[in-house]
């Protein structure tokens, strides 16, 4: 769970849109294979192709934009708890400022809520499920993109080792903390499963790989006021960073490139819609089978 502190960090990443942006880039620029996240993702839905949704967390709308395409019909609401993430989203006038855990709309209202790649910033993540819960109709459904906790590993290393060089000889090696271990495809499936009647995780594998090392420092760089927080006391970020590019230029003057194994999904949890639906439909049809 996150403290003030972390609360805090989280604000200060989210007072615009920029350290969004970098991270969806080197996605973008530098996955491999190249995936169409966004389209895979939807594609874990069943869609009628005019459902009520919510999303929250929604920043500058990446997910409305694809939603547009595919399925120009639907009913989108976006939400999220910092202006400044807003700023660009292309459809202002459906948009608004509020907390998940207090959602503004009344009971069974939506078809559809989306919580993607945000359930790990929020500080009670039952209170905002409970409230996601609440505004779905009843064979509505929750999607909440997330990473595993396995996710960049070699990211994990990299800390490691520059925090180890850093700590004093004799004293205890901090390890540095993953900032989204609250809501992984692991933990979220067991937190969601306390709220409905069926859980689905979908996961997708890839690896990052980048051929020099500015993008892999501009990617870490835009996590900094989240990771700092969380390094050991006395270990200064600039000198972690700096170790860290020294680390990165010589495996890619050795390799000809720095690959991380990436592993995000999707948890889409329902009671009575979706993949529930045919579920309940089996055992029904099963029932009356001789």
């Known amino acids: 769970m996150f403290t003030d502190h972390n609360r805090d960090a989280v604000r200060r990443m989210y007072e615009s849109d920029e350290a969004l ?30 459902e009520r949704i919510l999303d929250i967390g929604c920043g500058r709308g990446t997910w409305y934009q694809r ?6 019909n639907v009913q989108y609401v976006g939400l999220d708890l910092f202006a ?7 459809l202002r006038n459906r948009v608004l400022v509020a907390d998940a855990a207090r959602l503004p709309h009344p009971d069974g209202f939506f078809d559809v809520v989306m919580a993607n790649h945000m359930l790990f910033h929020v500080p009670d993540m039952n209170a905002v499920v409970t409230e996601i819960r609440r505004v779905l109709k009843p064979d509505g459904l929750l999607m909440a993109a997330t990473n595993s906790v396995h996710n960049l590993p070699e990211l994990q290393v990299l800390f490691r080792r520059a925090i180890t060089l850093l700590t004093p000889a004799g004293s205890a090696v901090g390890m540095m903390p993953v900032y989204n271990d609250g809501f992984t495809l692991e933990s979220g499936t067991r937190l969601l499963a306390r709220h409905f009647y069926g859980v689905v995780r979908y996961d997708i594998p890839g690896t990052f790989v980048f051929p020099s090392v500015d993008p892999v420092l501009a990617y870490i760089e835009s996590t900094r006021s989240l990771r700092e927080p969380l390094l050991p006391p006395g270990i200064d970020w600039d000198e972690v960073m700096l170790i860290i590019r020294e680390q990165v230029n010589r495996l890619v003057e050795h390799f000809g490139e720095l690959v991380m194994n990436k592993l995000a999904g999707v948890l889409v949890a329902s009671d009575q819609g979706d993949f529930v639906a045919d579920y309940l439909a089996h055992l029904n049809q099963s029932s009356k089978t001789p």
């Open 21 to 50: 942006r970098i991270r969806q880039e080197t996605h973008e620029l530098y996955s491999s294979p190249s995936q169409d996240y966004l389209g895979w993702a939807l594609g874990c839905v069943h869609w009628r192709g005019d």
């Open 67 to 72: 939603l547009q395409e595919q399925y120009p």
């Open 84 to 90: 400044g993430m807003l700023e660009n989203h292309p």
